[in-house]
């Protein structure tokens, strides 16, 4: 599956299988992927795919809920999902550190 692919589906609604991130609670998960793919797509979206430019996108537009290691793991994912590819954003990670999650609040 594509980074795009991937964010599409989310926005959609539809179930996706993603790597848990920060705190394990379903609801902080999916608080943390909200911000972590519109992190990625505003990246996608922007002509400077430099460090500059992400931490400037990821200050304008990280939610001020997230804990430091929630939204430091979503802006790690993004980056990587971005500039590598989604599959080297989760090549390191075993099958058992996945989970099914669905975003409640689809466009």
Not at 42 to 48: A, E, M, R, V, Y
Request: aromatic share 10%; net charge negative.
């Amino acid at each position: 599956m594509t980074l795009e692919q991937l964010i599409s589906d989310w926005k959609a609604g539809k179930e996706v299988r993603l790597l848990h991130l920060g705190h394990g609670h379903v609801v902080r998960q999916k608080l943390t992927y909200k911000y972590a793919l519109e992190l990625a797509e505003t990246f996608l979206n922007s002509p400077d795919h430099s460090m500059k430019e992400f931490s400037k996108l990821s200050r304008d537009i990280r939610p001020p809920r997230l804990l430091t290691a929630e939204h430091e793991a979503a802006e790690s994912l993004a980056f990587v999902a971005v500039t590598r590819g989604l599959e080297q954003a989760f090549a390191e990670y075993s099958d058992h550190q996945f989970f099914i999650i669905q975003r409640e609040d689809a466009a």
